[in-house]
């Protein structure tokens, strides 16, 4: 995990906490004992004060190559700006910049911000067409934390890709997920200000009661389940709710996207849309069963991930694109329990009429004028996606 200081005055804090506030103590690794220097490698240093806060054994923390245990809560703050290292090769782990695994009771704030230097690395991502790409690294990824929290921080330019959040990189950083949630069980994330070149969050396999409130969105590809169904042994994705936020200048934006010839079954069910402001997006809303970026899927089987007690409503706003909703399932394998309600969206381009098309799927429509209400429907199969 090499981080390096930016600012001259760059403070970064260990705070270990203690049942007693008189007991807790301060690990600043620009102090005497440490001897982080602005500009410098702040790896060793890191190492050191993270080890001196780590009093008694409970949980595994691991910085860099050595692994430390402690059993009180720990607070990192980062109050300035660590970049990374232009070279993702100088990584421990090649696929993360800064980590965090098998804590309990962490809080990572401070108002700091991690600048992953991106734009080194964004040209050299072809992840979107190469499925045996090489990944570059995740700013901050977070695997196997309990009740933990992170407040207060800026990602700035991943080079891939919580409470108070702001994820900065520009539209042209492909593939860079803002935040992306798998294998998780209750997740919150609000108040979240995010734009990237890629979606805003994404909720992979295995999620369970993810809430996303109050997240501002755009540039970036909206806020999606999945993509699913691409891998062997993928695991369910129950219990999402994306409530009261803001879209703008985004693409795909409400979306639920699942590979076709998936290798095993799976299911997506109890997902939730709800009070969404859209301005200025293209296909506001869109499930997508057909999902596919390598021209070399096409004609391959349908997915196998089934689709239920699905809703959209409360949708308000405009689009870039006159087809506007978009419900595409698999055949054989339709959607179920689909809800469209109050959805109120408006399109003044000149590339024909506000429309919509349906397939596989027959939704419950309530509120919703005739051509956002599947003025197509279809129960064949549709040309696949490539977005």
């Not at 060793?44 to 806060?53: E, G, N, R, T």
């Amino acid at each position: 995990m090499a981080l390096k200081l930016s600012l001259l005055a760059m403070l970064l804090f260990l705070l270990l906490a203690s049942t007693s506030k008189a007991h807790a103590s301060v690990f600043d690794v620009m102090s005497a004992t440490y001897s982080a220097k602005p500009g410098s490698d702040v790896s060793k240093a890191l190492a050191k004060a993270w080890s001196d806060a780590c009093a008694s054994p409970s949980r595994d923390i691991q910085v860099k190559r050595s692994n430390f245990q402690r059993s009180l809560p720990i607070e990192m703050q980062v109050r300035g700006t660590l970049q990374a290292l232009a070279d993702a090769g100088q990584l421990t782990r090649p696929d993360t910049w800064v980590g965090f695994q098998y804590i309990d009771m962490l809080t990572l704030s401070g108002g700091g911000t991690f600048d992953g230097q991106g734009a080194l690395a964004w040209g050299q991502n072809d992840c979107h067409k190469n499925k045996n790409c090489k990944p570059i690294p995740i700013n901050l990824r977070f695997e196997f934390l309990t009740h933990s929290k992170v407040q207060d921080i800026t990602s700035l330019n991943s080079k891939n890709t919580f409470q108070h959040l702001t994820i900065t990189a520009p539209d042209e950083s492909r593939n860079t997920d803002g935040i992306h949630i798998g294998a998780s069980t209750s997740i919150n994330i609000t108040h979240a200000k995010i734009g990237t070149g890629d979606d805003c969050a994404s909720i992979g396999d295995d999620s369970h009661q993810i809430t996303v409130t109050d997240v501002t969105c755009g540039p970036g590809h909206g806020i999606s389940i999945g993509s699913l169904g691409r891998y062997k042994e993928e695991k369910d994705v129950t219990g999402i709710i994306v409530k009261n936020c803001t879209l703008t200048n985004t693409q795909n934006d409400v979306r639920i996207k699942t590979w076709p010839d998936s290798p095993s079954p799976s299911t997506a069910s109890d997902i939730h849309y709800e009070d969404i402001t859209m301005v200025n997006v293209s296909k506001p809303i869109l499930i997508d069963q057909l999902y596919c970026p390598y021209t070399r899927c096409d004609q391959k089987p349908p997915s196998k991930v089934k689709i239920s007690n699905v809703s959209f409503k409360n949708i308000r706003g405009s689009s870039f694109t006159p087809l506007a909703v978009k419900l595409v399932c698999t055949r054989g394998i339709p959607c179920e329990n689909v809800e469209l309600t109050n959805i109120d969206l408006t399109y003044g381009g000149d590339q024909g009429p506000l429309t919509s098309l349906c397939s596989n799927v027959k939704p419950r429509i309530t509120d919703v004028i005739k051509a956002l209400a599947c003025a197509t429907s279809s129960l064949v199969p549709l040309p696949l996606s490539k977005k």
